[in-house]
């Protein structure tokens, strides 16, 4: 039995439920049939989440918010379950150039978005302050990092990589980010975008900081990191045909870099 506020419980009755436990958060995850319950940790990504997500509203494929309530320790974000199925699922990998097409209108689907009004800045200056805070109290996993990260041929630690952060900013083209646009975040339904989940970071930011870690998730989930399967007919210029885009690989690296503080 879930240990819940009242307003939460009064929202759910006793409906069936079960644990999501697909994707690299730390929060718990209750589906319900037409609902998910996020559980995580008080912090300022769990109080951006819900204010993105009502600013959102009318504006983009977002869950509702059915109800918001905190405790002493935890944030409970009760909201609607988005349709389609995660970008990840086998059914779109098994076709690369569909779901490159799906991915890169999602892309401009959020750079559309006017960010006049918008409640969340996650620019350089906001994440790199997020990233001190991260490194100096010890909460960056190394052992999570992409291969070659740290170690012999990469950074000495996290804080060497923030040095290297700092001293190499890219200039910014600012637009809506999702923040964290990896497959499991996006879902898809009759060939488009049917729901953006998991948007903690989402606001103003750097739209390379999207094509970046996109780009990254694409690998991964192609290339079979987390299944063991691979998949054919995907090519690296892929998705920056699909936006039409020249690769900027200095931002692409900067970004996959500094997430690995998150």
Request: hydrophobic content about 35%; overall charge negative.
């Amino acid at each position: 039995m879930l240990d819940l506020p009242d307003k939460i419980k009064s929202l759910i009755h006793e409906e069936e439920y079960s644990i999501d436990d697909v994707g690299m958060s730390d929060s718990t995850v209750v589906l319900f049939k037409d609902k998910v319950l996020k559980i995580q940790t008080i912090s300022e990504e769990a109080e951006n989440e819900y204010h993105v997500m009502e600013w959102l509203q009318g504006k983009l494929p977002v869950p509702k918010v059915l109800g918001y309530e905190r405790d002493e320790k935890k944030a409970y974000l009760l909201m609607t379950k988005v349709p389609g199925e995660m970008a990840c699922a086998d059914k779109y990998l098994k076709d690369p150039e569909q779901l490159t097409t799906m991915l890169a209108e999602g892309l401009q689907m959020l750079w559309n978005v006017d960010i006049n009004h918008c409640p969340c800045i996650w620019n350089l200056e906001k994440k790199l302050q997020m990233a001190k805070y991260r490194v100096e109290n010890n909460l960056v996993d190394v052992d999570d990092a992409e291969p070659g990260t740290f170690g012999e041929n990469g950074f000495k630690n996290p804080n060497h990589l923030l040095e290297w952060l700092n001293n190499h900013k890219p200039e910014e083209d600012l637009v809506l980010s999702h923040g964290d646009f990896c497959l499991p975040n996006i879902f898809l339904a009759n060939g488009k975008v049917s729901g953006y989940i998991d948007l903690g970071r989402a606001g103003i930011a750097d739209k390379w900081q999207d094509i970046a870690l996109c780009y990254r998730s694409l690998l991964h989930n192609l290339n079979g990191k987390y299944t063991g399967k691979q998949y054919q007919r995907f090519y690296a210029d892929m998705l920056f045909e699909k936006l039409g885009l020249e690769p900027d690989w200095d931002k692409i690296r900067y970004y996959i870099l500094l997430d690995e503080l998150f």
